[in-house]
């Protein structure tokens, strides 16, 4: 079965990076892309960005062009999603999700991992 | 990219059916067949209800429907259950541009 497994719970001062990483199972990884979708604390849900698996294209949001950068390492099936100069608003619940293609629909979703960023 | 348009809450009563809007603009909802609906219980994952409009996924009930009419897509939910309670989002692709995936508000579904 399709499996998104993230890493721990991060707390980050103010203008630190944070890195998340997104492992993948029970699928052939290169076959789809991952999407990183945020939720802050109440919140709705907001998408940052698509890399595909295959190539290593991607697809940012407006909102996060020059700070976000998302990786792959296909030796080890895994997604990355480093955030940098974080703020107070970063604070949120940061989730992979399975999309074939950008734009595409997201049919798996990893657990969530909670960034909390404070001074 | 503004977010998509939902009600805050909806409700009904076990039984009964109810129908969330999601309305968007001629750029996203309107323009592509690429609307999905995803069900959010709390301190849990997101999980994909419809996809491409009216698509159901596997393993999702046949309670759970899917249309568009112009720029506002709809996601009807009949025979509501308890466990139907949750937060719902729309969400649309809108284009190439940077930022074209954009969600709505999301909407809180109540059973009665």
């Known amino acids: 079965q399709v499996q998104l497994m993230q890493s721990g719970a991060e707390v980050k001062k103010p203008g630190a990076s944070v890195k998340v990483s997104c492992k993948a199972s029970?699928?052939?990884?290169?076959?789809?892309?991952i999407s990183w979708v945020r939720q802050a604390p109440g919140q709705g849900l907001e998408w940052m960005g698509w890399?595909?698996?295959?190539?290593?294209?991607?697809n940012y949001a407006q909102k996060f062009q020059g700070r976000v950068t998302m990786t792959t390492d296909t030796s080890t099936n895994t997604a990355y999603m480093e955030l940098r100069s974080l703020r107070s608003d970063d604070t949120a619940v940061y989730y992979c999700?399975?999309?074939?293609?950008?734009?595409?629909?997201?049919?798996?979703w990893g657990q969530g991992t909670l960034v909390t960023v404070t001074s | 990219q503004s977010a998509l348009t939902q009600p805050a809450s909806v409700s009904g009563s076990p039984g009964q059916s109810i129908t969330i809007s999601c309305t968007g603009t001629s750029s996203d909802v309107g323009s592509y067949n690429l609307v999905s609906w995803y069900q959010q219980h709390p301190g849990k994952a997101p999980k994909l209800m419809i996809y491409e409009v009216s698509k159901r996924p596997s393993g999702v009930s046949n309670r759970f429907s899917g249309s568009k009419s112009g720029n506002t897509a709809s996601l009807t939910i009949s025979g509501l259950q308890a466990e139907d309670e949750a937060d719902y989002y729309c969400?649309?692709?809108?284009?190439?541009?940077?930022?074209?995936?954009?969600f709505g508000g999301g909407t809180k579904l109540t059973v009665l």
């Open positions: 890399i595909s698996a295959y190539n290593g294209n991607t």
């Open positions: 999700a399975r999309a074939m293609n950008y734009g595409d629909y997201f049919d798996h």
């Open positions: 969400c649309s692709y809108a284009g190439s541009s940077a930022g074209a995936v954009v």
């Open positions: 029970g699928y052939t990884f290169t076959s789809n892309g």
